[in-house]
C-alpha cells in the first residue's frame, strides 16, 4: 500500500509551501479525491489481473478421465486428460493454437496436481436434449427451401442438408467434388471442421459461426427461394473427421466427468440440429487407408518417421501403435480406448480411426438406416458415375442430366496419391500382417453389421437404379 501512495503522490504534481498556504480547503478535497480515484484504479487493475490469470486456462480445468495403469512402455499415458474452457475467456479470441492440440503431450503426469487444477468443465452453448426419433419433417425449418433453412434477425441461416463424415483416405474429396456436379447440390467449403474441434474456440461456439461457413452457399438458397418460390438447392459437409473425431468428449454437455468414454459424441450434436440429415459413410480396406494418410501427411508432422517416408519407418510407427492400444484393449473396452485423446497422441499414427465398427455404432444409434450410406472405397474407384448417381438417388435428388454424367465419366480423380506410392513403395509384408491383426476383430463387426442390414449400400442402390 505504501508503494501505491508513493505512485500516487508521483503521479499528483507536490504543490510548493507559497502554494500550498493559498490552496483552499475545496482545492485540498480536490486532491484528495483525486488520490483517492487513482488508488482505485491501481487497485482494481492488480485484483483484475490477478482474477484474470486465476480464471484463464488453468480455470479452464485440465479434465481428468479415469485411465488404465499401463505396462512401462506407455507409463506417460497413466493420466489422460483434456483442456476445455470453462467460460468463453478460457480459449483466446478463436486462436486455433489455444486448443489443445491432437499432437500435444500431457504437460503432466502428476495426478494430485491435475485433480487440484479441475476446477469446472465446459458448459457447451449447444445443449443437447434426450434423443429422439427422428423426423423428415421440422417445424423449425421453412417450407419452400429443400435445404434446412430458418430466418434469423432478418437474414437466413442455413444447416447442411448432408454430412460426409468419414473416413479420410476414403475418396471423401473425390465423392464431394462428384457430387457439386449436380444442378441441385450447391459447392462450397468442403471442410469446415467446426463439428469437430472449431465450436470449443472462443467466439466460434455458437451455431452462427457454423452456419457462417456456408454464407455463399446460403445466400444462393435465398435467392432462389425469392426468385422461384421453392430453393431445390442443398449443401454438406464433407469433413472426413466427423465420423470419429470425438476426441473432446469430455467437453460435451451431458458427458459427465466421471465417465470413462462418453455417453454423446459428435453424432448426437449433427442429429440434435438436424434430425433428418443424410449421413455417408466412405470406408476403405483400414490398413491401406492407415498407409494411404501416412503417405500424404509426409512433411506435415514434426516427427521423423513423417520427414522421410519409407516401409521401414511406417513398420516402426505401426509397432509401436499397436503395442499400446492392445494394452488398452486388455483392460478397457474397444470404445474407451477408441475415444482416448492421449493414446491417440502418443501413437502419432491414426491407427483407431480405422475402427470403423465402434464409431459407426454411435451413429446408428442415433439415426435410422434410411439416413445414413455406407460406401466403399473399392466399389467407388470401379464404379464411379454409378456410385454418385446412387449417393444423388440417396439424397433424394432428381436424376442429373446425361452431359453432367459424361463429364464425371471424363473427370480425373481428385486427390490422388499415385506418385506418393510409387517413389516410397508399398508397406513390408510384416506390417500388413501386423496391422491386418489388429483391425481383425473390428472388420468382422463391421461386416456382421453390413449383413444385418445395419446401414443403406450404395451398392444396392445401384441395383435399383
Known amino acids: 500500500m505504501a508503494a ?14 507559497s502554494d500550498s498556504i493559498m490552496m483552499s480547503s475545496v482545492q485540498r478535497n480536490c486532491r484528495q479525491r483525486t488520490m483517492v480515484v ?31 495403469k499401463f505396462s512401462k512402455a506407455a507409463q506417460s499415458l497413466d493420466t489422460e486428460y483434456h483442456t476445455c474452457a470453462a467460460q468463453p475467456g478460457a480459449i483466446k479470441r478463436g486462436v486455433l493454437s489455444a486448443l489443445p492440440s491432437y499432437r500435444a503431450r500431457p504437460a503432466t503426469n502428476d495426478l494430485d496436481l491435475m485433480k487440484k487444477m479441475l476446477i469446472n468443465r465446459l458448459t457447451d452453448d449447444y445443449c443437447y436434449c434426450k434423443r429422439m426419433i427422428p423426423s423428415h419433417t421440422s417445424p423449425a425449418f421453412l417450407n419452400n427451401t429443400r435445404n434446412p433453412c430458418w430466418w434469423e434477425n432478418g437474414s437466413m441461416q442455413c444447416l ?7 473416413f479420410s483416405k476414403c475418396a471423401t474429396t473425390d465423392m464431394y467434388s462428384n457430387l457439386v456436379w449436380h444442378p441441385s447440390v450447391i459447392s462450397g467449403q468442403k471442410e469446415p471442421h467446426w463439428i469437430d474441434y472449431l ?50 468428449w469430455p467437453c460435451f454437455q451431458g458427458n459427465q466427468l466421471s465417465l470413462q468414454e462418453p455417453e ?22 483400414p490398413i491401406d487407408r492407415l498407409y494411404s494418410r501416412y503417405l500424404t501427411w509426409r512433411m506435415k508432422v514434426p516427427h521423423a518417421a513423417y520427414q522421410r517416408p519409407s516401409p521401414e519407418a511406417f513398420h516402426k510407427l505401426c509397432v509401436h501403435a499397436v503395442a499400446l492400444y492392445q494394452q488398452c484393449l486388455k483392460q478397457g473396452s474397444p470404445r474407451q480406448c477408441a475415444y482416448n485423446g492421449t493414446l491417440y497422441t502418443q501413437v502419432i499414427l491414426r491407427l483407431q480411426e480405422g475402427m470403423y465398427s465402434v464409431f459407426l455404432k454411435d451413429w446408428i444409434r442415433v439415426f435410422p438406416k434410411r439416413q445414413i450410406l455406407l460406401v466403399s472405397f473399392e466399389h467407388y474407384i ?15 435428388l432428381e436424376p442429373a442430366p446425361e452431359k453432367t454424367l459424361d463429364k464425371l465419366r471424363k473427370k480425373a480423380p481428385v486427390n490422388n496419391q499415385n506418385n506418393v506410392y510409387e517413389t516410397v513403395g508399398d508397406m513390408l509384408p510384416e506390417t500388413r500382417s501386423l496391422l491386418e491383426q489388429f483391425y481383425k476383430p473390428f472388420q468382422e463387426e463391421l461386416l456382421d453389421m453390413i449383413k444385418t442390414g445395419t446401414f443403406t449400400l450404395a451398392r444396392d442402390l445401384i441395383k435399383s437404379l
Open 264 to 285: 454423446y459424441t459428435n453424432a448426437d450434436v449433427v442429429h440434435r440440429m438436424v434430425p433428418t440429415a443424410k449421413i455417408i459413410v466412405m470406408i476403405r480396406d
Open 382 to 396: 470401379k464404379y464411379k458415375v454409378e456410385t454418385v448417381s446412387a449417393v444423388w438417388s440417396f439424397l433424394e
Open 160 to 166: 447442411p442438408y448432408f454430412y460426409i463424415i468419414g
Open 4 to 17: 501505491l501512495l508513493r505512485v500516487a503522490y508521483a503521479i499528483v504534481p507536490s504543490q510548493t509551501h
Open 38 to 68: 487513482i488508488l482505485t484504479i491501481v487497485v482494481l487493475s492488480v485484483l483484475f489481473t490477478i482474477l484474470y490469470w486465476s480464471t484463464g486456462d488453468f480455470s479452464a480445468g485440465q479434465l481428468l478421465e479415469k485411465h488404465f
Open 199 to 248: 465450436r470449443f474456440v472462443e467466439n466460434r461456439m455458437y451455431l452462427q459461426n457454423y452456419t457462417a461457413h456456408f454464407k455463399d452457399m446460403i445466400g444462393k438458397i435465398e435467392m432462389s427461394a425469392f426468385s422461384k418460390g421453392y430453393s431445390h438447392g442443398v449443401f454438406g459437409d464433407a469433413t472426413p473427421c466427423t465420423a470419429w473425431y470425438s476426441l473432446y
